[in-house]
């Protein structure tokens, strides 16, 4: 298992952006499959946004697609979220996540139970 430290939420208007970063330490990123996840009030916790650390493959859902970047920085080993035109129903506490076993270059993992290691969440909330 790595140590996730999630930072970079805030409040922000509609229409605006915001970088979320994960630092990871215990395990080289390169080694990952990195993940996002987000939870709204009172709905399940849902996939945003995954890269693979070793070929940087990425995938979103279909809800960011066009408005979010997934990034890596082996040299930092931190992974960053950019969330531009944010909409109020982006509002949630979002959780950086690690798949640190069974790893497997090109495969990106999007399903919160293929993740073994979690950050504590940060909030980001839109207003319209």
């Known amino acids: 298992q790595v140590q996730l430290v999630e930072s970079g939420g805030g409040l922000v208007q509609a229409g605006g952006s915001l970088r979320l970063s994960c630092a990871a330490s215990?395990?080289?990123?390169?080694?990952?499959?990195m993940g996002w996840f987000r939870q709204a009030p009172g709905k399940e916790r849902e996939f945003v946004a995954a890269?693979?650390?070793?070929?940087?493959?990425?995938r979103y859902a279909d809800f960011v697609k066009g408005r979010c970047t997934i990034s890596g920085d082996n040299a930092k080993n931190t992974v960053y979220l950019q969330m531009n035109r944010l909409k109020p129903e982006d509002t949630a506490v979002y959780y950086c996540?690690?798949?640190?076993?069974?790893?497997?270059?090109?495969?990106?993992?999007?399903?919160?139970?293929?993740?073994?290691?979690w950050g504590q969440g940060t909030q980001v909330t839109v207003s319209s």
């Open positions: 890269i693979s650390g070793s070929d940087f493959s990425t």
């Open positions: 215990g395990r080289t990123f390169s080694s990952n499959n």
């Open positions: 996540a690690a798949r640190t076993i069974r790893v497997y270059p090109g495969i990106v993992y999007v399903h919160s139970g293929d993740y073994d290691s």
